[in-house]
């Protein structure tokens, strides 16, 4: 093993002298407090709900107790005396709270020795960063006879991840950020259910949207009422139908008197068929879909693209799906982002056309008809997420283990591969179609309300990038083709 680190030693009852001490420090993060909950079962809302714990005498969220004990026992039980001690008892003084980002050192110091027993008292406190006591004790342990010394076991490492508080996050984040432009003027089409109501009002409320609603007035006034929600100073245009509401969006884009659409309880279909046959909402470019995923096992926000609406694209159908992607990356920040080009296997093989595609789309990269990103491809999935992966079977690529945005063959693969995130992999997800002169905040029917805030704030960051988030009369510019 080698290095001290890697090795787990004890102190026998003979090598332990009244008066000697050990201690070990640790700093106490919100997943700390999450866990020891978890563990425990524990859910006092002073240390899991931050809106209560404003409002108790602390001032805020604060560790258990126990979690500062915990410390002393594992000073005890891994170092001093370590393997091999029996706890025998511990009594313990609070005197002080700690909070998220306090360090805390656990000082143990040997008091007294009972040759015939092997009985050891050790004083306990734990100090905190400013070197006031947290906790004070006594602990009584039996010491051990024999020595050990044991290789340290490595522990699986513990994820601990909310993907719909990381969503809420980020969209508060942007909500409140420098990126932030004015509410966006948005028709929000058809939303005569709770998810989609409430999403849309929710993002009004962010200040990210002005809702126009357009949809049968008394079910959207009913269903508000029912859910406790005020319409008061909402736009509403009476529609009498799902189609009839589709249509008017498209027209109300169409003549600038919004700048993004917002899905509601439709079908996507429905709601896509008004939008691409609306001339005046044509551009140069493909309309492709693109989800956005906060993934527990990813270091960044993960792209996908397209899932949703292109159900076998061409080869330049995919390089418009690529650029349409690449604006969103370098929208939400990322400067260069890496596209992997998705395949069932990583070499080019005429038996697969998504291999040639990906071949082709790197080639078009390389003489600057895609720009703005760094391209590699085809790349099965492993591959793209994981360097590891790629290293064992040989490939050296620049994008894998770091990839922005993945491009899947077709939809039928992106949509299953968008599912089994959702509900396989915990992830969280927003999205929004690219392409036509406004931004379309499109999720599922089954999506949460939390879901679409976030696609509405996704859809209004793209209609902040474009500067046209108010109500002009004149549609925002076309992108370009292959910016």
């Known amino acids: 093993m080698g290095a001290a680190d890697d090795l787990i030693e004890n102190l026998t009852f003979d090598e332990l002298r009244i008066d000697q001490r050990a201690q070990a420090s640790r700093t106490l993060t919100m997943a700390d407090i999450q866990a020891f909950a978890l563990v425990s079962g524990d859910v006092n809302p002073a240390h899991v709900d931050t809106e209560y714990a404003e409002g108790t005498r602390f001032h805020g969220v604060i560790a258990h107790g126990m979690w500062a004990g915990a410390l002393i026992s594992s000073l005890l039980g891994t170092e001093f ?44 406190e734990v100090l905190n960063q400013h070197g006031e006591a947290v906790v004070t004790g006594q602990a009584l342990v039996k010491a051990p006879a024999a020595k050990v010394v044991r290789p340290r076991v490595a522990m699986p490492t513990l994820h601990l991840f909310d ?94 008197e919004v700048a993004m659409l917002m899905k509601g309880s439709l079908h996507t279909d429905e709601l896509m068929h008004a939008v691409v046959s609306e001339p005046r909402l044509r551009t140069g470019r493909r309309l492709s879909h693109v989800f956005r995923f906060e993934v527990p096992t990813y270091d960044r926000p993960l792209l ?42 990583e070499v080019v093989t005429p038996r697969l056309q998504s291999t040639l595609d990906a071949a082709a789309l790197c080639k078009m990269a390389d003489r600057g008809q895609i720009s703005g990103a760094v391209l590699d491809g085809p790349l099965a999935f492993d591959n793209a997420i994981s360097a590891e992966a790629a290293r064992m079977k040989g490939i050296a690529s620049p994008v894998s283990g770091v990839v922005d945005i993945l491009v899947v063959p077709d939809l039928e693969s992106g949509n299953m591969l968008a599912k089994q995130l959702d509900y396989l992999a915990g ?57």
């Open 81 to 124: 005396p370590g393997p091999g001690t029996i706890y025998l008892s511990q009594d313990l003084h609070f005197h002080r709270p700690v909070r998220v980002g306090d360090t805390l050192t656990v000082v143990a110091t040997v008091r007294a020795k009972d040759a015939a027993t092997r009985h050891v008292t050790l004083a306990c």
């Open 163 to 256: 993907p719909e508080a990381r969503l809420a996050a980020w969209v508060q984040q942007l909500a409140t950020g420098p990126q932030r432009g004015a509410a966006v003027p948005c028709a929000v089409v058809h939303p005569c259910d709770e998810t989609s109501l409430r999403g849309a009002l929710e993002a009004a409320a962010h200040g990210l949207i002005v809702p126009r609603l357009l949809g049968p007035a008394a079910r959207l006034q009913a269903l508000a009422q029912a859910l406790g929600l005020s319409l008061d100073g909402v736009a509403i245009d009476d529609m009498p139908h799902s189609h009839a509401a589709a249509a008017q969006a498209a027209e109300l884009a169409a003549r600038g």
């Open 304 to 345: 996908v693209t397209d899932a949703a609406i292109n159900i076998a694209p061409t080869l330049m159908d995919k390089a418009d799906i690529v650029r349409n992607a690449i604006d969103l990356a370098r929208a939400l920040g990322v400067a260069r982002p890496n596209v992997a080009v998705l395949s069932a296997v």
């Open 427 to 483: 992830a969280a997800s927003c999205g929004v179609v690219l392409g036509a002169r406004v931004p379309i905040a499109l999720t599922s029917r089954a999506d949460s309300a939390a879901s679409r805030l976030a696609s509405a704030a996704l859809a209004a960051l793209v209609a902040w990038r474009a500067g046209d988030t108010t109500a002009t009369g004149t549609p925002p510019a076309a992108p370009e083709h292959g910016a």
